[in-house]
């Protein structure tokens, strides 16, 4: 769909803030992480008017290991997304082939995205200069990129909480050639004067709809090939 000039105005106010704070962080020593997918869910990308996913940064200071303890900031509304990251092992252009941004992709990991219901969903502006709720990030172990194939088709990744499953992948959340996903990142970043590089990892978006979070939960995914992910909420 054809976005409207008004959305486009509010994509680039809200872009101008994100990258702002991002250069800020970057300047004060954080290390450079990557980028996220916000909003692949087409039904909701529909609603809001936009003709594609959104972009933001990870925040390099916010990685927690597999198994790991994860606390939120202080009043915090904390969610989980179930994503697949990918690293980036060449840089890419905005010019870049198709062909070329997949043969980019040096390997793929599950992930959770931990997510802050707290920062604003409206307006658009404020959602991405606020960059997309995000707050942490969690990898698992580099895989090759043919174990990410059938994720969310085949119901993968699974969501348990405290034991119970509560979530399962979704069709239609990630393109069947996730080059798709890496040039759209390239694309995206250029317009607003940046570059994906060498080392760069992109969490393509989650699977499921988000969830909210409690202390002392206990979350488990199952990713298939892509093994699995845990995390307990600090109490």
Known sequence: MQITPGTKLLIEGGMARQLKVLTVALASGMPRLGWKIGINDPAAQQRMGLDGALVGWLDGRRVFADGATYTPPPQAKPRIEAETAIIVGADVSAEATLEEARAAISSVAAAFE????????????????????????????????????????????????????????????????????????????????QELRAGDRIIGGSYIDPFDIAPKDRIEADFGPLGKLSFTVAG
Do not use: C, W
């Not at 502006?125 to 606020?130: A, I, K, M, S, T």
């Not at 990898?139 to 969501?159: H, M, S, T, Y």
């Not at 909480?161 to 080059?179: E, H, K, M």
């Open 114 to 193: 931990f997510v802050n219901a707290a920062k604003p969903l409206t307006p658009l502006d404020d959602l991405l200069g606020y960059d997309i709720l995000h707050d942490a990030v969690m990898f698992g172990p580099e895989a090759p990129l043919a174990q990410a194939a059938g994720l969310g088709a085949n119901g993968l990744p699974a969501i348990s909480q405290n034991g119970t499953v509560v979530r399962n992948g979704l069709s239609g959340r990630y393109p069947d050639d996730l080059g798709e996903i890496v040039l759209h990142v390239a694309k995206t970043l250029a317009k607003h004067g």
